[in-house]
């Protein structure tokens, strides 16, 4: 199965950097993925990775290293409505199931 | 981009009744569709596969008799939550993937059930 772990609660301030850790174990891996969620919605996709290495999206990256089975997301000139959950996601069981992390709760403080 | 349509959006119901929601994929077919389930300050929690064609798959701890999936088409699951109860209030959510990306899978606006 995939084990997927990141921190329960962060809290940072309006114009700041974020770094939102995920490490994972899995049986098959192909790729990681990183959602948003706001309160009472669906999750929405930030990003997809794949190989080793950063991801730059706009306001958004995504890193990776498959040997660590180690990822993060980090999130620059944080805007009040970056305050979500951020769950970290891949696939298991050699890609027959897409299963999430537990979610960090940002908050993003003025 | 990949369109998954969830219906309804909220629904209040009484105990022991029973409550379908939809999940189509509106711009693609989906031969597997996913159906987790949130509570309140927790991540999603993978209830079931959906196979098209095929029966549905659970995961370890869900009632397959209480939550019925059918998967009649390549762009339509249905789960069923049979007779409710309060505990089974929560949020639902599924999902499918669009085979023609990378971008791992596509979610309905969710269902918020109820049970008074």
């Known amino acids: 199965g995939q084990n997927i772990d990141q921190p329960t609660e962060m809290t940072a301030t309006e114009g700041a950097i974020v770094q939102i850790n995920c490490t994972y174990q899995?049986?098959?891996?192909?790729?990681l993925f990183w959602y948003q969620q706001h309160a009472g919605e669906a999750p929405t996709f930030l990003s997809y990775?794949?190989?080793?290495g950063l991801e730059e999206k706009g306001r958004f990256s995504s890193f990776l290293s498959r040997s660590k089975g180690y990822s993060y997301l980090l999130l620059k000139e944080l805007q009040m409505k970056d305050s979500a959950s951020y769950l970290c996601?891949?696939?298991?069981?050699?890609?027959?199931?897409?299963?999430f992390g537990p979610g960090t709760r940002l908050s993003v403080l003025p | 981009g990949a369109v998954v349509s969830q219906h309804p959006s909220r629904v209040i119901c009484k105990s022991g009744t029973s409550v379908k929601i939809e999940c189509r994929s509106l711009?693609?077919?989906?031969?597997?569709m996913f159906w987790y389930r949130q509570f309140p300050k927790q991540s999603l929690m993978l209830m079931a596969t959906?196979?098209?064609?095929?029966?549905?798959?659970?995961e370890q701890g869900v009632e397959k008799d209480k939550f019925l999936i059918n998967h009649a088409s390549l762009t339509l699951s249905t789960l069923t939550v049979t007779s409710a109860h309060p505990e089974d209030s929560s949020f639902y959510i599924c999902?499918?993937?669009?085979?023609?990306?990378?971008?791992?899978?596509?979610f309905g606006s969710g269902t918020r059930l109820t049970v008074v």
């Open positions: 990775n794949v190989l080793d």
């Open positions: 899995t049986s098959g891996f192909n790729g």
């Open positions: 996601a891949g696939y298991d069981n050699y890609g027959q199931n897409f299963v």
């Open positions: 999902s499918a993937r669009d085979g023609r990306t990378n971008y791992g899978y596509t």
């Open positions: 711009d693609f077919q989906a031969t597997t």
């Open positions: 959906s196979n098209e064609g095929s029966k549905a798959t659970y």
